[in-house]
């Protein structure tokens, strides 16, 4: 047919890039919204555990992979005492939030959190308050989550419950220092020294620990770059990560730009390691500095921003967006450029996990469901273990108003433990499908080849409370091999999860 294009790509599997970090597939919590509150935590719906923990949710959990979820925020943590979220439930005190202008239960806290994540068995990625709060109250947190016991802050622990510690390895140095939004914030010098001070004093505690530091909110930021330098400067040998945050959405009906919001990240990316690298060389070190990208998701921004909003209610409905088929594969997109760049991008969180812009839907005492995002993050996690591979593509463009000329073909090849071979490929062209050629010759023999492919003939389809199944990937049949080339035909607008075993 004459609008159909092809495309190629060739791989051998001893020619690597990484091996893909299990702290890759973060997601992440925030007591926001619903994600909390009628999210993850419900005791009073009919699949609650005994810890008030939603079974459905926490099956759904399971099936979406996340290895790491990143505690309590987010824009809340800087304004967050976590004191008052732990010990006995009734002395608990209510408090207000002012990051997002509601009534804070601390019904779940720290410890509910713990038992949440070795329910699902889960890394803690835990954030301390360094807006309205700083050094001794991290000191504390650290010292009630991760000492043994004999002190007053691991005894207080014990009484509470938790006899052995939590060994809460990566901490994150406050969130979003740069943003005029965040309750207490400070220029990159302010930051830069507070994260040095903390970083040193917690390592004093336990040696052992993983610690990030804030990068820029966005590379829209007008301090963007120089945020980082001037942050790592003053923190570089204390810290193991810079963080970078990245959300996508239409602008102005240009779905054409929206579909390659992955160049954006990858310009992130690179602007982040070579100001990084920069640093250290500055300061003569050979120790590297790696990207923690633990906020990153498509995210309707300006319907937030626009919607008036209830002030001081509890666990409202916020940031409920309904993802679509155009949405899944953008997000998938993103998958696959965080999986290309995995030897320095080496931990990222989904932002959020439940009902906040999330994979996850429930309704507060009836079901739970998959939007149409839980999809690529599932299949990436359990098919894209292992180590990414060095890929050469061959493939058409179409043109964007954002990004000029874009490869209409997005991908990445993993080799995974078992010997078996996983693509991960998206078509980004809106109208025009894709003939994909893998050349095989380098591959081991094969016996099985499938392929699942994730589209719709309406990019706007949704999964709904009313329709939870509208989307959802689909064996792709349309597989040939013939003289070493296996070739699939992609549609239009496309995810796709390739399997060679």
Request: hydrophobic share 40%.
């Amino acid at each position: 047919m004459a609008d159909h294009q092809r495309a190629r790509i060739e791989f051998d599997p001893r020619f690597t890039v990484a091996d893909v970090p299990e702290r890759l597939f973060g997601s992440f919590v925030e007591h926001l919204g619903r994600c909390v509150y009628t999210g993850i935590y419900e005791p009073d719906h009919a699949s609650a555990n005994e810890d008030g923990l939603r079974q459905d949710v926490l099956d759904l959990i399971r099936e979406l992979g996340p290895t790491m979820i990143r505690y309590p925020g987010g824009n809340f943590v800087s304004g967050y005492r976590w004191e008052d979220g732990v010990g006995p439930k009734e002395d608990r005190p209510r408090r207000l939030d002012l990051a997002w202008g509601v009534t804070e239960t601390n019904q779940f806290g720290l410890g509910e959190f713990m038992k949440f994540c070795r329910t699902v068995g889960v890394e803690p990625n835990m954030a301390v308050n360094l807006g309205t709060r700083g050094l001794q109250e991290a000191l504390d947190l650290l010292e009630y989550a991760n000492h043994p016991g004999g002190t007053y802050w691991s005894d207080l622990r014990r009484s509470h419950g938790d006899e052995e510690p939590y060994g809460i390895k990566l901490w994150c140095l406050g969130n979003e220092m740069d943003g005029p939004w965040q309750i207490g914030q400070r220029t990159a010098t302010e930051y830069g020294r507070i994260a040095d001070q903390v970083a040193r004093s917690m390592r004093m505690i336990d040696d052992k620990l993983d610690l990030v530091a804030c990068g820029s909110s966005s590379r829209g930021m007008p301090q963007f770059g120089a945020w980082e330098a001037e942050v790592l400067t003053q923190s570089y040998e204390s810290v193991d990560y810079i963080s970078a945050h990245a959300y996508y959405q239409p602008e102005g009906g240009d779905f054409a730009s929206f579909m390659a919001s992955a160049q954006d990240m990858e310009l992130f990316i690179d602007g982040v390691i070579a100001t990084a690298d920069a640093v250290g060389a500055k300061l003569k070190s050979d120790k590297k500095i790696n990207i923690s990208f633990d906020e990153w998701n498509v995210w309707y921004q300006h319907a937030w921003h626009e919607a008036e909003h209830a002030k001081w209610v509890e666990a409202p409905r916020q940031l409920e967006d309904v993802y679509s088929a155009m949405d899944a594969v953008v997000f998938g997109s993103l998958l696959i450029t965080l999986l290309r760049r995995c030897d320095r991008v080496t931990a990222a969180c989904l932002a959020q996990l439940v009902n906040v812009i999330a994979p996850i839907m429930t309704e507060p005492g009836g079901p739970a469901w998959r939007q149409t995002t839980f999809f690529p993050f599932a299949e990436a996690s359990k098919f894209g273990r292992g180590k990414v591979l060095r890929v050469n593509a061959d493939a058409p463009a179409f043109h964007t108003e954002r990004f000029g000329d874009v490869a209409a073909l997005h991908s990445v090849a993993v080799a995974n433990e078992d010997g078996s071979i996983t693509v991960f490929a998206v078509n980004r062209n809106l109208e025009h499908p894709l003939t994909l050629e893998i050349d095989a010759a380098s591959l081991p023999t094969f016996s099985d080849l499938t392929c699942s492919t994730l589209t719709d003939e309406d990019p706007n389809a949704k999964n709904t409370l009313e329709n939870p199944t509208r989307v959802a990937p689909k064996a792709n049949e349309d597989i040939t091999v013939k003289d070493g080339v296996i070739a699939i035909e992609l549609p239009a607008m496309s995810w796709n999860t390739i399997r060679i075993a």
